[in-house]
């Protein structure tokens, strides 16, 4: 299996390095782009640089690199999975301004009909958020928040990201046992 991941600066870089763990450990292949202003964030939040980063991903690229393979239709992935997506990244995948390899590989997914999932990261939303997600949904892509949930009885701040990721893992179709999956035996 290989999937595209990029992580853009919204709060919540963990999401993103949590999930490159995850794959890394199940021996997924990884394609990883962070955009610029990600870079810090991630650093700022997880105290990790972007050399960890490339020490998880399988291939990584730089966000201008629009000659990248990821930018053509031919490249065979899975999909891609933006997390954290800014409320920006959102505005140029749904109005197909592709002017990074983020925005141009969400756009090639959504175009090969390959699954692009995004976990938008912004509170509160305006309509403009409102109105990009529905469109980013009707154009095909599966938005998944990172939205805090109780059932599963987190115990820490791990428990509530680990079940983000298996919500992603589990839209990939990647087995996990990141979080206790209501009553199922
Ligand atoms: C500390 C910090 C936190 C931010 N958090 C968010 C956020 O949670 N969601 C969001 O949409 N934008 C957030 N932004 C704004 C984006 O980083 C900004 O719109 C940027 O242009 C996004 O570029 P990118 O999508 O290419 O990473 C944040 C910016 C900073 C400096």
Redesign the pocket.
């Known amino acids: 299996m290989q999937v595209i991941v990029g992580i853009?600066?919204?709060?919540?870089s963990i999401i993103g390095l949590r999930l490159l763990e995850i794959l890394k450990e199940k021996n997924v292949t990884t394609h990883v782009i962070v955009?610029?202003?990600?870079k810090?964030?991630l650093e700022?939040e997880t105290g990790r640089g972007i050399d960890y980063v490339k020490r998880l991903a399988s291939y990584y690229y730089n966000?201008s690199d629009l000659f990248a393979p990821l930018s053509s239709g031919s490249f065979c992935t899975e999909g891609m999975v933006i997390a954290?997506c800014?409320?920006?990244?959102l505005a140029a995948i749904v109005h197909g301004y592709s002017d990074?390899l983020?925005t141009r590989a969400a756009d090639v997914c959504l175009k090969q009909d390959k699954k692009l999932i995004l976990v938008p990261?912004?509170s509160p939303l305006n309509s403009i958020h409102l109105k990009n997600l529905a469109s980013a949904r009707d154009s095909g892509a599966i938005i998944i928040p990172p939205l805090l949930s109780f059932y599963h009885k987190p115990k820490s701040i791990d428990d509530l990201i680990d079940f983000v990721v298996g919500k992603i893992l589990d839209s990939l179709g990647v087995e996990h046992k990141l979080y206790e999956r209501w009553e199922q035996k």
Request: hydrophobic fraction near 25%.
């Open positions: 853009t600066g919204a709060s919540g955009s610029e202003v990600g810090k964030i700022m966000n954290p800014t409320m920006k990244t990074s983020i990261r912004e």
